[in-house]
């Protein structure tokens, strides 16, 4: 560790017991960041971060800067976290698993803080499914790999109705240029996705989609996200057995 401090508004996105009486977790920080940290005796109740480091809680803390690992040296609240409820906390559990997996360690980006602010908000307000389905659009428009779907991947022509999906590409791939194992992509799905992309979270208009068009962009972006970081999806197995 060194003697070097800092600090940061940040909202918790995952916290995990640690040894005997500590806690490893992870934040979004407002100019920071994703940061991940030890927080030492925080599994004692009567400390400070044993209390307030919880999942959507968004703090004042303090750092001090580790090698491998930042460390906790203090923590105020700022607002408590959100009181979800199970199937509003399933789709949370996702949505910092996503944030989680897409953002590099102190790369600050602080419209990806202002964005994990404004759904937490509206996940108490909205269906938490269609929510959670914008934010991982929105977020990978922000992180700069939001897949191609207004052209074709190979040879640039415009979407001309339903087309495919390609996970290696990373995009919509036309008729013309399809090898036979991307996903269908349907008219319905590429549109739905910009409405997603585009959804105001301060304001959300109404809108409907069939539970088909929903099912093929999730599995879309699911398999793309998980592709471009090599890493499972873990919260997805709990949506899944809880058929939420």
């Not at 399933?90 to 790369?107: K, M, P, R, S």
């Amino acid at each position: 560790m060194t003697d070097k401090a800092f600090g940061d508004e940040a909202i918790i996105l995952k916290v995990k017991n640690w040894q005997t009486a500590d806690k490893y977790a992870v934040c979004f920080a407002r100019t920071h960041g994703k940061i991940s940290f030890l927080a030492y005796g925080a599994r004692y109740a009567r400390t400070n971060g044993g209390r307030l480091i919880q999942p959507f809680a968004v703090l004042d803390i303090n750092f001090f800067s580790g090698k491998k690992l930042d460390t906790l040296k203090s923590c105020e609240l700022i607002s408590y976290p959100a009181q979800f409820d199970l199937k509003q906390m399933a789709y949370a559990a996702l949505i910092a698993e996503v944030t989680e997996n897409l953002t590099e360690e102190h790369q600050p980006q602080e419209e990806v803080y202002e964005l994990l602010l404004a759904v937490r908000e509206v996940l108490l307000k909205r269906n938490p499914r269609l929510v959670a389905l914008s934010y991982i659009v929105k977020l990978l428009f922000l992180t700069g790999i939001l897949p191609q779907h207004l052209t074709c991947v190979n040879c640039g022509k415009p979407a001309e109705g339903d087309a495919h999906f390609s996970v290696v590409q990373g995009g919509l791939v036309c008729d013309e240029c399809c090898g036979g194992e991307e996903l269908p992509f349907s008219r319905e799905a590429q549109e739905f996705l910009t409405e997603l992309l585009t959804l105001d979270f301060k304001n959300p208009a109404t809108f409907f989609v069939r539970g088909g068009t929903l099912m093929e962009l999730e599995k879309i972006l699911q398999r793309f996200i998980v592709y471009q970081t090599d890493k499972p999806l873990k919260s997805l197995a709990f949506l899944s057995q809880t058929g939420l």
